[in-house]
Nanobody, 119 residues
């Protein structure tokens, strides 16, 4: 099992940027596809972006394409989410997670980090 800890959230104005990090413990990190998800109050947890174990393949929700970039550094056991041109509707708790495969809904999660986009 891999233990996940997210960081980098905060309050930002519309149009601003944030970079989220998800640090993982455990030697199997490099063998797992990873994903970033978000959950707004009263809503379900939805996929934001996912990345394959090698980092060669990525996928994004339509709502964030062209604005967000997922990446990973397997040497540092860390996955990142660069978020640019942030909008108020991006406000949510952001979670990183992993499951059994690239397309699997995660079964393991971090504790989440709050992102608030507001003027």
């Amino acid at each position: 099992q891999v233990h996940l800890v997210e960081s980098g959230g905060g309050l930002v104005q519309p149009g601003g940027s944030l970079r989220l990090s998800c640090a993982a413990s455990g030697s199997i990190f490099s063998r797992n596809a990873m994903g970033w998800y978000r959950q707004a109050p009263g809503k379900q947890r939805d996929l934001v972006a996912r990345i394959s174990s090698s980092g060669d393949t990525t996928g994004y929700a339509d709502s964030v394409k062209g604005r967000f970039t997922i990446s990973r550094d397997n040497a540092k056991n860390t996955v990142y989410l660069q978020m640019n041109s942030l909008k108020p509707e991006d406000t949510a708790v952001y979670y990183c997670g992993y499951g059994s495969s690239y397309y699997s809904f995660p079964t393991y999660w971090g504790q989440g980090t709050q992102v608030t986009v507001s003027s």
